[in-house]
């Protein structure tokens, strides 16, 4: 498992996690689109903002893989911000490659990338 190296590991001051430490030893936990509500607490929504945000200032444009970032975390992007790149894609697998789809991810969390742009 690649360990993506000098990735926020949770977004600060809550237990919003964005990395995995270690493998699960019990197996790979599958990426799932998961459907985001409109009545999805705000937290819910910032950590979502925060996690694109932390994607975009550390891979932009390129495929990368999936590595150590957190499944959980990951799924509420997954299917819409965050596409599969490798084809055939494996949900279960630490080496499955991503992408972010820019233009659905600028309408999404547009401040995510106003806030990029900045640094």
């Not at 390129?62 to 790149?85: H, I, M, Q, T």
Request: proline content about 7%.
């Amino acid at each position: 498992m690649l360990k993506h190296r000098g990735f926020p590991g949770r977004l600060s001051g809550t237990d919003f996690h964005f990395v995995i430490r270690r493998a699960n030893p019990k197996g790979v936990t599958a990426l799932k689109q998961l459907e985001r509500y409109r009545d999805r607490r705000p937290a819910d929504k910032r950590a979502d903002a925060a996690f694109m945000q932390a994607l975009w200032q550390h891979f932009g444009t390129e495929p990368f893989e999936r590595g150590n970032l957190d499944a959980g975390r990951l799924s509420w992007l997954f299917g819409r911000e965050v596409k599969p790149y490798d084809d055939p894609f494996d949900p279960a697998s630490y080496d499955s490659l991503l992408i972010i789809d820019e233009a659905v991810a600028r309408v999404s969390f547009p401040e995510a990338f106003e806030e990029a742009e900045e640094w």
